[in-house]
């Protein structure tokens, strides 16, 4: 291999860190991850000409920074509580700030080519503030790792990225993993991944917030001001996981509903299997529909491999067990069938724990009390170990997590919704708010429940909270009034019904659904838990334009010509939310202009109501929801800056639900 040719040591005065460094290494990495202390997009202008190769090659940044905050921002972030929204609001703000000074300031083709970079995921940011021991002091390291295979070049000095830190005294030291110097390298490597994945307890780590993407996104000319690979333009985030696994071994690949999970993972298992690293695959999830999909992928594709199903009907774990070399279980994601299995593997001859591959797909549901209680310390000493999903992460539950994180890995590939949009892989989608009050009666149960629960907790009866919440969030996905907003808006727009997903939360409040689908279609049907799968296959065939369902196709099932999305129950989870919403996004190769229209109607904690198109709407929504006290709260934000200002108190509440019920805006 043709290695760059860098000094181990260079200084501004004798040296052109540019010429001598970033631009042979950019030229000849695959990967560049950088931590410094100070950036600005001046840096780009030293750079543009080997960052442009590197991104025509499918080059990948990752950037640790610090931000560009006042010690009053600073202050107020590093006291935020981490639950709190409001380090995470004065960030975005300060940020929004940057933006405006890097438009100003900045020539207009070197702001191009940084925004094109961050759109096509090039460069990824995240930003460090010191925060415990080091909440006195700034993020102030700099240091950095090139990539090429197996290959690294890491190099660390008092530089910034800035035209001014090139213009300083300033001096760096290189490390090379081909030049008996690999400790070094690996230890900024570990150094690099432990501040990235938020594992060093003296940093809050945060995003760039996407109100600040979208700012930066609009400095964008028509143009890209450098090519991509061929075919990097979609597919390649596939090949990245597939290589990230294959390094890493075990982990969770956290990719958008509809960017190939099972493609990637069929590719992880060929790449295997070639390489003789594997002689046998476990796919487990959860559904047959799911097992289903996974069953026909698998035929089509491993024709020359022994296939066994363990679900429904099915039973063939002792066949798998009894031949085992090149063969696959699909296999129904149960703790016991998988401990049974387990137990068998023990108790045969073999290396299995190093020669089988354990897939599990939708892995956010491995983490269920069962598996934490059945399998914990036993997936773990398996070599191989593959999760996948769009939302890996179980919302208020630790254990679970932590059951994930100890038997399967942590998230070791991320593609996100945005990601999928960007790329072209999935069609950017509208979002239509329908506001709705509850009624006397539904207020008046909820004033119930409440006071059932403050009742119990005065006498010193055991009580959850989370049982109470339960019981008022459920008050409110079976809102009537939301079946009045709906008829209102489908009497207008009567082509929202076709190629539609309904999810409601009960078979009853769906039986009350159908009294008034029944007036706008003939070709709608059901697919509640007793239904046959043949509803679901007319659907996906366009035989049936609605289905009404309650959650059986929120998980995995490949429906791409979904293109409305109708959410009568708006689950509190962004796990099951996103899968939703992740159906209609998919693109349809029968209509390439497909746009999907996403039709919430949100779910109103208490009396909270909100006409906006923000994610802030999201933060404040959770906040409200965990204070029973705040009986009357108004958000109201703007879709145009997503400024979001709010408002407390019942007569402000009942002024602006008079004045604007029904608005679009």
């Known amino acids: 291999m043709d290695y760059p040719k860098v000094k181990v040591c260079l200084d501004t005065s004798e040296d052109n860190l540019i010429d001598e460094l970033y631009t042979p290494c950019l030229k000849w990495a695959e990967r560049f991850d950088r931590g410094v202390g100070y950036f600005t997009t001046g840096w780009l202008t030293y750079n543009v000409a080997g960052l442009s190769d590197f991104a025509s090659r ?119 993993t081909w030049a008996g110097t690999q400790e070094y390298v690996d230890a900024d490597t570990a150094r690099f991944e432990k501040i990235w994945n938020r594992k060093d307890r003296n940093l809050k780590m945060f995003t760039i917030p996407q109100a600040v993407k979208n700012k930066i996104f609009e400095l964008r000319s028509p143009d890209r001001p450098y090519s991509l690979p061929a075919g990097s333009s979609k597919w390649v985030h596939q090949d990245i996981a597939v290589k990230t696994f294959l390094e890493k071994e075990h982990g969770i690949l956290a990719m958008a509903t509809g960017t190939g999970k099972t493609v990637t993972a069929m590719k992880i298992i060929n790449k295997l299997f070639d390489s003789g690293e594997i002689r046998r695959v476990v796919i487990t999830m959860y559904g047959n529909d799911l097992l289903d999909q996974w069953a026909i992928q698998i ?33 129904s994601r149960d703790a016991r069938n998988l401990s049974k299995l387990l137990d068998l593997f023990d108790r045969l001859p073999g290396d299995y724990r190093n020669d089988t591959l354990f897939v599990f ?61 960007q790329k072209g ?29 403050n009742a119990k907790k005065e006498s010193g009866e055991p009580v959850d909270e989370k049982d109470m919440f ?16 709906f008829e209102s808006l489908i009497s207008q727009r009567p082509e929202l019904l076709q190629k539609c997903i309904i999810f409601v939360q009960t078979m009853e409040y769906g039986a009350k659904l159908q009294e008034i689908l029944v007036r706008y279609s003939d070709k709608y049907h059901t697919y509640y838990a007793d239904d046959e799968k043949i509803n679901l296959e007319n659907f996906a065939a366009g035989k049936i334009d609605c289905l009404l369902t309650c959650k059986k196709v929120s998980e995995g099932i490949d429906i791409s010509s979904v293109t409305n999305i109708i959410l009568f129950s708006s689950d509190r989870s962004r796990l099951v939310t996103t899968q ?64 979001v200002v709010v408002y407390e108190g019942i007569d402000f509440f009942d002024s602006y639900q008079r004045e604007h019920k029904g608005d679009e805006k």
């Open 299 to 331: 035929r089509e594709n491993y024709k020359n491999k022994q296939i066994n199903y363990h679900y429904a009907s099915q039973k063939m774990m002792k066949d798998f067990v009894m031949h085992p070399d090149d063969s696959v279980l699909i296999l």
């Open 58 to 176: 499918g080059g990948k940044m990752r950037l640790i920074t610090s931000p560009i905050l006042s010690t009053e921002d600073t202050d107020a972030i590093i006291g935020a509580e981490n639950q709190d929204g409001s380090a995470f609001l004065r960030l975005e703000a300060a940020l929004l700030e940057n933006v405006e000074i890097l438009k100003q300031e900045m020539e207009a083709d070197i702001i191009n080519t940084f925004s094109w970079m961050l759109y096509d995921g090039i460069i990824d940011m995240r930003f460090a503030i010191p925060c415990e021991k080091l909440e006195e002091g700034d993020f102030h390291d700099k240091f950095g790792i090139f990539y090429k295979g197996n290959d690294a070049l890491s190099f660390s000095g008092s530089i910034n990225d800035s035209k001014h830190g090139f213009q300083n005294y300033e001096s760096i030291k290189v490390f090379k």
């Open 470 to 485: 339960t019981q008022l969030a459920l008050v409110n996905k079976t809102a009537v009034n939301k079946l009045e907003e």
């Open 580 to 643: 939703r919403i992740g159906r209609a996004l998919r693109l349809d190769k029968n209509n390439p202009e497909k746009k999907a229209i996403a039709d919430i109607i949100p779910l109103v904690f208490n009396q909270m109501i909100a006409f906006v198109q923000s994610a802030e709407v999201e933060r404040f929504a959770d906040r409200f929801y965990a204070n029973p006290d705040s009986q009357y709260l108004t958000v109201v934000a703007s879709p145009q800056d997503q400024a």
């Open 425 to 453: 892989i999935l069609c950017e989608f509208n979002y239509i708010p329908l506001p709705y009050v509850l009624s006397d009666e539904e207020k008046l149960k909820k004033r119930k429940i409440i006071a059932a629960f």
């Open 361 to 421: 797909d939708e892995v956010h549901g491995a983490g269920s009390n069962t598996f934490v209680e059945n399998l914990s310390g036993r997936l773990s000493p398996y070599r191989y170990r593959l999760g996948l999903s769009a939302t890996p992460e179980r919302e208020y539950d630790e254990a679970g997590n932590d059951f994930l994180l100890n038997e399967i890995g942590e998230v070791i590939f991320e593609f996100t919704l945005q990601d999928a949009i």
